[in-house]
C-alpha cells in the first residue's frame, strides 16, 4: 500500500544522510539502522539506532536525535526524494533482471521473514507493477507527511547497550537526550554533486580476439598492454551487466607481516574513496545508478565486481580503474574501518552463527 513505499522512501532519505555523517565522522557513528514493524499483530513499533565507537554513545544519541527531529521538522527535499525514487526503480527494475539468480536458502528466508512480519511474499515483477501504479502518488508532501505523522506522534523510549555499565548511566542518558533537544536544527542542506573526474584514461588501446574457450564459448581478448578481456554475452538479463576485474596476485602476493591488512583493504579501499573524489561525492555523482565499489582480496587477485545496468557499465568500469591507479587512501576511510572492525571484533562472539562465520 501508499503507506509501506512512503515508509521505504523516507527511511532511505534518512538513512542517506546519517550515512554520510558516519564516513564525515572517521567511524564514530556506524551501521545506522530504522525499521517500523506491528509487533504482536496489535501495535506498531519504529526504531532508529546506530553503533558508535567504544564509550561514544553520546555522539551517536544526539546524531540521531538531532537527525530526526531535523526530518520531522523540515521534510526531506525535492532533490532528495527524486533520487531515492530514482534509485529505487533501478534496484526494482535490477531485481526483476536477475530473480532467476536467487538461491533456494535466499528464497526461504524471504518467505520465513514475511511470516514472521506479517507481510505478503510478492515477486520483484510484482513491487515493480505496484511501484509504477503508485509512483505518481510518492510525491514530497506525502512522504513528508506520513513520515512526521509515524516518527512524531509519540514520545521516544530510549535503549542503551553500553558494556561499562558505569553508575548514573540512565540518568546521563536522559540528561544527553534532553540536552541534545536544545541544540536547533536548521533544513537540511545537501552538497552538490561535481562532475566525475576520471573521464580519460589515456590513448584508447587496441583488443586483439585471441581465442575462444571450449567450455563456455567465452571470448578472450588482450590489449596492447597486456590487460586481458574475457567477454560471455547471453540472452537472459537483457539489460544487466555482470563486471568482474582482477587485478594482481591476491593473498599469494602478500607477506605474513602483510596479512593484517586484508580486512583492512576489504572495507578501507573503497571507504578511502578515490583521491578526486572521497566516499560521499561519489554516492552524490552517482546517485540513483546501481552502481558499487566493492573491493576485496581473493587468493590469486585483487577483485573489483558489481552487477549494473547496461547505461551504467562504463562509468562503473571508469569508477574499478580509478579505485586501482588512483585509490585515495584517506585516513577517514582508515579510521572508519578501524573502528567497524574493532566493533566487529568485540561483539561477535555474542551468538553461536557469528562464531562459526568467522571460524
Same mark, same amino acid.
Given at each position: 500500500?501508499?503507506?509501506?513505499?512512503?515508509?521505504?522512501?523516507?527511511?532511505?532519505?534518512?538513512i $542517506?544522510? /546519517?550515512?554520510?555523517?558516519?564516513?564525515?565522522?572517521?567511524? =564514530?557513528?556506524?551501521?545506522?539502522?530504522?525499521?517500523?514493524e506491528i509487533?504482536?499483530?496489535?501495535?506498531?513499533?519504529?526504531?532508529?539506532?546506530?553503533?558508535?565507537?567504544?564509550?561514544?554513545?553520546?555522539f551517536? +544519541?544526539?546524531?540521531?536525535? @538531532?537527525?530526526?527531529?531535523?526530518?520531522?521538522?523540515?521534510?526531506?527535499?525535492?532533490?532528495? /526524494?527524486?533520487? @531515492?525514487? *530514482?534509485? &529505487?526503480?533501478?534496484?526494482?527494475q535490477?531485481?526483476?533482471?536477475?530473480?532467476?539468480?536467487?538461491?533456494?536458502?535466499t528464497?526461504? $528466508?524471504?518467505?520465513?521473514?514475511?511470516?514472521?512480519?506479517?507481510?505478503?511474499?510478492?515477486s520483484?515483477?510484482?513491487?515493480?507493477?505496484?511501484?509504477?501504479? !503508485? =509512483?505518481d502518488?510518492?510525491?514530497?508532501?506525502?512522504?513528508?507527511?506520513?513520515?512526521?505523522?509515524?516518527?512524531?506522534?509519540q514520545?521516544? =523510549?530510549?535503549?542503551?547497550?553500553?558494556?561499562? $555499565?558505569?553508575?548514573?548511566?540512565?540518568?546521563?542518558?536522559?540528561?544527553?537526550?534532553?540536552?541534545?533537544?536544545?541544540?536547533?536544527?536548521?533544513?537540511?542542506?545537501?552538497?552538490?554533486?561535481?562532475?566525475?573526474?576520471?573521464?580519460?584514461?589515456g590513448?584508447?588501446?587496441?583488443a586483439?580476439?585471441?581465442?575462444?574457450?571450449?567450455?563456455?564459448?567465452i571470448?578472450?581478448?588482450?590489449?596492447?598492454?597486456g590487460?586481458?578481456?574475457?567477454?560471455?554475452?547471453?540472452?537472459?538479463?537483457?539489460s544487466?551487466?555482470? /563486471?568482474?576485474?582482477?587485478?594482481?596476485?591476491? +593473498?599469494?602476493?602478500?607477506?605474513?607481516?602483510?596479512?593484517? !591488512?586484508?580486512?583492512l583493504?576489504?572495507?578501507?579501499m573503497? *571507504?578511502?574513496?578515490?583521491?578526486?573524489?572521497?566516499?560521499?561525492?561519489?554516492?552524490? /555523482?552517482?546517485?540513483?545508478?546501481?552502481?558499487?565499489?566493492?573491493?576485496?582480496?581473493?587468493?590469486?587477485?585483487?577483485?573489483?565486481?558489481?552487477?549494473?545496468?547496461n547505461?551504467?557499465?562504463?562509468?562503473?568500469?571508469?569508477?574499478?580503474?580509478? &579505485?586501482?591507479?588512483?585509490?585515495?587512501?584517506?585516513?577517514?576511510?582508515?579510521?572508519? *574501518?578501524?573502528?567497524?572492525?574493532?566493533?566487529y571484533?568485540?561483539?561477535?562472539?555474542?551468538?553461536?552463527?557469528?562464531?562459526q562465520?568467522?571460524n
Amino acid at each position: 500500500n501508499l503507506e509501506y513505499w512512503t515508509h521505504l522512501l523516507s527511511t532511505r532519505a534518512l538513512i $542517506n544522510r /546519517i550515512d554520510t555523517l558516519a564516513y564525515e565522522s572517521g567511524g =564514530r557513528i556506524l551501521s545506522p539502522s530504522m525499521s517500523s514493524e506491528i509487533s504482536l499483530e496489535s501495535v506498531r513499533v519504529s526504531q532508529i539506532g546506530v553503533t558508535t565507537a567504544d564509550r561514544d554513545w553520546d555522539f551517536g +544519541l544526539s546524531t540521531l536525535e @538531532q537527525k530526526l527531529r531535523q526530518a520531522v521538522e523540515f521534510g526531506f527535499t525535492e532533490d532528495e /526524494i527524486k533520487k @531515492q525514487l *530514482t534509485a &529505487l526503480e533501478n534496484e526494482l527494475q535490477l531485481s526483476v533482471e536477475t530473480a532467476g539468480d536467487s538461491s533456494s536458502a535466499t528464497l526461504a $528466508n524471504r518467505v520465513m521473514n514475511a511470516v514472521d512480519s506479517g507481510y505478503v511474499i510478492a515477486s520483484p515483477q510484482t513491487d515493480l507493477s505496484i511501484f509504477y501504479e !503508485l =509512483r505518481d502518488q510518492l510525491t514530497v508532501k506525502s512522504i513528508n507527511e506520513a513520515f512526521r505523522k509515524r516518527w512524531a506522534s509519540q514520545p521516544p =523510549r530510549l535503549y542503551l547497550t553500553e558494556r561499562s $555499565n558505569a553508575p548514573g548511566l540512565e540518568k546521563t542518558l536522559l540528561e544527553t537526550y534532553a540536552e541534545s533537544q536544545q541544540t536547533k536544527v536548521t533544513p537540511y542542506v545537501e552538497k552538490a554533486a561535481t562532475e566525475f573526474a576520471y573521464q580519460n584514461f589515456g590513448k584508447p588501446g587496441k583488443a586483439k580476439l585471441i581465442g575462444t574457450s571450449k567450455y563456455g564459448h567465452i571470448l578472450r581478448y588482450r590489449f596492447d598492454n597486456g590487460v586481458m578481456l574475457n567477454i560471455k554475452q547471453t540472452d537472459f538479463e537483457k539489460s544487466v551487466v555482470y /563486471i568482474s576485474a582482477r587485478v594482481g596476485k591476491g +593473498l599469494m602476493a602478500l607477506t605474513q607481516e602483510q596479512s593484517a !591488512l586484508i580486512n583492512l583493504y576489504n572495507v578501507g579501499m573503497s *571507504t578511502g574513496g578515490l583521491k578526486a573524489h572521497d566516499i560521499n561525492d561519489l554516492k552524490r /555523482i552517482f546517485a540513483g545508478t546501481t552502481m558499487g565499489l566493492e573491493a576485496t582480496v581473493e587468493t590469486n587477485a585483487f577483485v573489483l565486481k558489481q552487477a549494473v545496468k547496461n547505461e551504467d557499465a562504463l562509468n562503473q568500469l571508469r569508477v574499478f580503474a580509478a &579505485l586501482m591507479i588512483d585509490g585515495g587512501y584517506r585516513e577517514q576511510g582508515k579510521s572508519f *574501518t578501524l573502528q567497524m572492525l574493532s566493533n566487529y571484533l568485540e561483539t561477535y562472539q555474542e551468538s553461536p552463527e557469528e562464531v562459526q562465520a568467522v571460524n
